[in-house]
Antibody, heavy 120, light 107 residues
Framework: QVQLQESGPGLVEPSQTLSLTCTVSGGSISSGTYYWSWIRQPAGKGLEWIGRVYTSGSTDYNPSLKSRVTISVDTSKNQFSLKLSSVTAADTAVYYC????????????WGQGTLVTVSS | DIQMTQSPSSLSASVGDRVTITCRASQGISNSLAWYQQKPGKAPKLLLYAASRLESGVPSRVSGSGSGTDYTLTISSLQPEDFATYYCQQYYSTPFTFGPGTKVDVK
């Protein structure tokens, strides 16, 4: 059974860079069959897709965040990561990592989510 | 971007009720639509994909239909574990987008 687990600081200061890692267990991130995504959800609000990475390192980003987002993959550690720069209070949210099939981009597996608060 | 809307935004229902939630895309998405259930403090759970295909382990009282821009999620007989918020998601094109959610609570 595939499991995803987010990790990283729960508090980030405004204007700094938010950094999160998703560790995948129960399967190899290198299988080549999946895309690995980040999705966020502000408290009491809906879901926003941030972007995705493929095993090769190729990425797609939401244009609304593209100038501030970097998603990367580390196959040796079976992890992928999110960096979001120049954060503001509007970036406060629960951040989820998720897996989607390469051929159909619905999200079969999700991490439990991690709350990141942007505050000084 | 493809915009997703859902109706209603919330509904109150009783155990045993038939519940229908509608999702509309701003352009045709060729059945590239998924439905998720989310409970407080939990990650979303995939219920349906390709508009009508049931994810493994999801009870058969849940069904989906639709085509083009309009899709529906139906729960034929609401059970206590079905009180939650439901989201649709289009995966026809990036950026993938979600509907605003429909909260189903106890009448």
């Amino acid at each position: 059974q595939v499991q995803l687990q987010e990790s990283g600081p729960g508090l980030v200061e405004p204007s700094q860079t938010l950094s999160l890692t998703c560790t995948v267990s129960g399967g190899s991130i290198s299988s080549g069959t999946y895309y690995w995504s980040w999705i966020r959800q502000p408290a009491g609000k809906g879901l926003e897709w941030i972007g995705r990475v493929y095993t090769s390192g190729s990425t797609d980003y939401n244009p609304s965040l593209k100038s501030r987002v970097t998603i990367s993959v580390d196959t040796s550690k079976n992890q992928f990561s999110l960096k979001l720069s120049s954060v503001t209070a509007a970036d406060t949210a629960v951040y989820y990592c998720a897996r989607a099939m390469f051929t159909a981009n619905y999200f079969e597996y999700w991490g439990q989510g991690t709350l990141v608060t942007v505050s000084s | 971007d493809i915009q997703m809307t859902q109706s209603p935004s919330s509904l109150s229902a009783s155990v045993g009720d038939r519940v229908t939630i509608t999702c509309r895309a701003s352009q045709g998405i060729s059945n590239s639509l998924a439905w998720y259930q989310q409970k407080p403090g939990k990650a979303p759970k995939l219920l349906l994909y390709a508009a009508s295909r049931l994810e493994s382990g999801v009870p058969s009282r849940v069904s989906g239909s639709g085509s083009g821009t309009d899709y529906t999620l139906t729960i034929s007989s609401l059970q206590p574990e079905d009180f939650a918020t439901y989201y649709c998601q289009q995966y026809y094109s990036t950026p993938f987008t979600f509907g605003p959610g429909t909260k189903v609570d106890v009448k």
